[in-house]
């Protein structure tokens, strides 16, 4: 069995490559702020339901029981982005809040930071329970 294709593995990268394309997302608001028109974009948050759904189609993980869950992360690498205006327009069109958008950027830094702690110290116990 190759670690990184564990689901769990699995899961932490698909969130950290999602926090990761989100962090692209907010940095081109950011960049943006004094264009005229530009409208704020932001993706669409990872469901729990939709992680269900996928481990339903493909099966990494032999379930003994029917109430079992098999946990397959979607292998997509891309993720729907949508407008997300966050204040009224300004005269010029624009509708980028600095603000809005420089907390959305921190509290997407503190999550992938907690996904990637995760993501180490999962490996750290792997490691120890095969004896390395």
């Not at 729990?48 to 979607?74: E, K």
Request: charged share 20%; hydrophobic share 35%; proline share 5%.
């Amino acid at each position: 069995m190759d670690l990184p294709d564990v689901p769990l593995f699995s899961m932490l990268r698909e969130r950290m490559s999602w926090l990761h394309q989100r962090q692209d997302t907010l940095s081109q608001n950011v960049a943006n702020a004094d264009t005229p028109r530009y409208v704020a974009r932001d993706l669409k948050p990872l469901e729990f339901d939709d992680a269900l759904n996928a481990s339903r189609q493909g099966t990494a993980m032999m379930t003994t029981n029917v109430r079992h869950i098999s946990l397959t992360p979607s292998k997509s690498g891309t993720f729907e982005d949508h407008e997300t205006p966050d204040q009224e327009s300004s005269p010029n069109g624009n509708a980028v809040s600095l603000e809005m958008e420089m907390v959305k950027v921190s509290e997407t830094q503190a999550q992938f930071q907690a996904a990637a702690n995760l993501y180490a110290k999962a490996m750290t116990m792997m490691k120890t329970a095969i004896g390395h």
